[in-house]
């Protein structure tokens, strides 16, 4: 594909699915970029994994996944099996998510979700956006400030 953007050459290039080397080239091209505009950012530009379960006799039971990064911790997977819901695993998953990514420097914790906004909301989280999907489902941001 030969393209001419903002009066810039004409250039040949192709679009593909990236292999996790360029992967790495994005991300790496990503944080030098961060960090010559954000210099206080620069350190930040590291993602740091949090991986909670709980866990019984039977296994896992409940986890939590998520990062730390730019100072803040988002949310990716909150997961409890159906037999252990409404016993208060979830609430105490996200607890200890906050107080971990709060020892990490996060100010701020963030999710979306399709299903659980009612949960969110009683653990202190606010609603701040919404994005419709198709058949009825869509997904809710949420936000929680980490520092007091």
């Not at 100072?71 to 990716?76: A, V």
């Not at 990490?104 to 963030?110: E, N, P």
């Not at 909301?121 to 701040?128: F, N, Q």
């Amino acid at each position: 594909m030969t393209v001419s953007a903002g009066g810039k050459p004409d250039m040949a290039y192709d679009i593909l699915v990236a292999t996790p080397v360029q992967a790495d080239a994005v991300e790496q091209g990503f944080a030098a970029f961060v960090s010559a505009q954000h210099p206080g950012l620069a350190d930040e530009s590291a993602d740091v994994p949090m991986r909670l379960v709980i866990s019984d006799a039977t296994g896992v039971i409940a986890g939590l996944l998520g990062k730390v990064f730019w100072q803040g911790l988002e949310i990716e997977v909150l997961w409890v099996a159906e037999t252990h819901r409404g016993c208060g695993l979830g609430q105490r998953l996200l607890q200890r998510a906050e107080a971990e990514a709060r020892a990490l420097g996060a100010t701020v914790a963030y999710l979306r979700t399709a299903q659980a906004a009612g949960f969110y909301k009683r653990c202190g989280y606010r609603h701040c956006g919404y994005l419709p999907r198709p058949l009825g489902t869509g997904l809710h941001s949420f936000y929680k400030e980490l520092v007091d």
